[in-house]
């Protein structure tokens, strides 16, 4: 499960770079999908990087590729979303998602982008102003 919240959002200026952060807990030894999300008021939820343990493998929207990167702390309880060259369009709220999932190895590349996600973390916010 996601314990507790999300931390690391904060507000910065276009340009500049974050680093959020989601403690996991149960999922050592099986196989998962760890996901960030991000959503606006009013808007529907969208996802923004996915990875799946054990092989590792990871899912980007494209308006985040080459910006963004999903990662894993080596005692693999934490999960990072490195965010680099920040823009206006990036301000939302940020959350964490993890399951255990029944397949193995990864079925397609979006398989975690796509997951039906029962644990959620409370959310940070991230502000980019230009």
């Known amino acids: 499960q996601v314990q507790g919240a999300e931390s690391g959002g904060g507000s910065v200026q276009a340009g500049g770079s974050l680093r959020l952060s989601c403690v996991l807990s149960?999922?050592?030894?099986?196989?998962?999908?760890v996901g960030w999300f991000r959503q606006n008021p009013g808007k529907e939820r969208e996802v923004v990087a996915a990875t799946y343990t054990p092989d590792m493998s990871t899912y980007y929207v494209d308006s985040v590729k080459g910006r963004f990167t999903i990662a894993r702390a080596k005692n693999k309880t934490r999960v990072y979303l490195q965010m680099h060259s920040l823009n206006p369009d990036d301000t939302a709220m940020y959350y964490c998602?993890?399951?255990?999932?029944?397949?193995?190895?990864?079925?397609?590349?979006?398989?975690?982008?796509?997951?039906?996600?029962?644990?959620w973390g409370q959310g940070t916010q991230v502000t980019v102003s230009s």
């Open positions: 149960g999922f050592a030894g099986l196989p998962h999908c």
């Open positions: 998602a993890a399951d255990v999932v029944s397949w193995s190895p990864i079925v397609s590349d979006s398989a975690c982008a796509t997951y039906n996600y029962k644990s």
